[in-house]
């Protein structure tokens, strides 16, 4: 038995309720300016002001005791939607994009997601693992302390279940919590262009059956965008994942209003990701249905487009949750902190939501909300020491590394 005390800290948590924070629940912190956190075996046994934590009977079998010397105390940031497995980053392609080559042309010129799906192809298993663990210890480093990674570069069903093993493995290796989604239909590969309704029956008839047997990946996500998968095929897919007992999730309306945000509410899907271009009645479909809405705006940002209307989708009452959609083409960072400030400057959220929607709300979007995404009696003691007084450093000074120390179950881990 392991009991550790951390006093003299500012401790701001979202509350868990039950459910995903909406509305003004979302500003809703519980802030303790001379706040206390006990943990006994990794799990928080008391969370508080310091002198009702001290009175609580665990104290006294404290082992260790460390002064957060004031700082600011907040949970482990929860990324809720990444692609940090991949192969190669696309450095180059990047310097064609900002300098005003057309994605079309960069597809021709051998470019874009497709370059992903033949380096993993090529990589070996160690390799892909290589590249993949040292993307989800940075973002540790940054606060994260559980994270999603989407397989969705090998679009074949050996390559697909091989991205699954290494993302299962950094998980098992990392002190990271990794949570893996199978995104088979992430893009429509060469062999298949002509005919996509022949690979969403592959996916649906081969990979989705071979995914669950492997039974490392519990969720399902599909890329329902014009010119990649259709609001048909989404369906097609996403219901042949729930028959398996999957959870849903989908990339929707992020260049044009298909309607995946309705199809998300239809299903009832765990969430809808990106949602730049979502009408406001099928966000107003969301927001009944229950379903988080994803947001991600380091992808607005490299790409220089306009962001998701976080105001809208929180007056309208979606739960609404932030995401670093790390990959190598169009977000190449790990950085959740970032994703706050651009939240904050760039959206118009407050730090308090924008910690809410990187945290608890993150946790809901992913399913893990029963151990981790809050400062709440009985979760994980994961938690980021931020050189601030209060969650809006994040957005203050932002550009750096906030944390002073990040931990994972009461450990000291970056
Ligand atoms: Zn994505």
């Not at 979502?278 to 966000?283: G, T, W």
Request: net charge negative; proline share 5%; aromatic share 6%.
């Amino acid at each position: 038995m392991t009991v550790k005390l951390f006093r003299h800290a500012r401790i701001y948590t979202p509350k868990d309720t039950g459910r995903p924070a909406t509305g003004q629940g979302l500003a809703e912190l519980a802030i303790f300016e001379h706040g206390a956190l006990l943990v006994k075996n990794g799990r928080i046994v008391c969370v508080g002001d310091e002198t009702k934590v001290l009175q609580h009977p665990t104290v006294g079998d404290v082992q260790l005791e460390t002064d957060c010397e004031d700082c600011c105390l907040i949970p482990g940031f929860v990324d809720p939607h990444t692609h940090m497995c991949f192969a190669r980053r696309r450095e180059a392609e990047f310097e064609r994009r900002i300098s005003g080559t057309p994605y079309l042309d960069i597809l021709k010129q051998g470019g874009g997601i497709l370059s992903s799906v033949r380096a993993v192809a090529r990589a070996t298993e160690d390799d892909l693992y290589r590249v993949t663990r040292k993307q989800a210890l940075a973002a540790l480093k940054l606060g994260t302390t559980t994270v999603e990674i989407k397989s969705g570069y090998g679009l074949d069903t050996a390559n697909e279940l091989k991205m699954l093993r290494v993302i299962h493995r950094v998980g098992r290796s990392t002190p990271l919590d990794v949570v893996p989604t199978f995104l088979g239909a992430h893009a429509v590969p060469e062999p298949f262009r002509e005919d996509p309704d022949r690979y969403v029956d592959q996916v649906i008839n081969d990979m989705l059956p071979a995914v669950r047997r492997q039974g490392i990946a519990q969720a399902c996500d599909i890329f329902c965008e014009e010119g990649v998968f259709s609001l048909d095929q989404s369906r097609r897919v996403l219901e042949a994942a729930r028959r398996l007992g999957m959870r849903i999730k989908l990339h929707a309306d992020e260049v044009r209003d298909l309607g995946g945000a309705g199809l998300a509410a239809d299903l009832r899907a765990v969430s809808a990701d990106h949602l730049l271009a979502a009408s406001d009645d099928n966000i107003t479909r969301m927001a009944q249905a229950g379903v988080v809405a994803v947001l991600l705006p380091a992808t607005a940002y490299s790409l220089r487009k306009p962001y998701a209307r976080a105001r809208t989708m929180i007056e309208k009452g979606v739960a609404v949750a932030l995401a670093t959609d790390c990959n190598p083409g169009s977000s190449f960072t790990e950085s959740m902190p970032f994703v706050v400030g651009l939240a904050v400057l760039n959206m118009n959220m407050a730090p308090a939501e924008a910690l809410t929607a990187a945290t608890i709300n993150a946790a809901y979007a992913l399913g893990v909300s029963g151990w981790a995404g809050s400062l709440d009696e009985g979760k994980q003691a994961d938690f980021v020491l931020l050189d601030g007084e209060s969650p809006s450093i994040l957005a203050y000074h932002s550009g750096v590394c906030q944390a002073v120390a990040v931990f994972k179950c009461g450990e000291p881990v970056a």
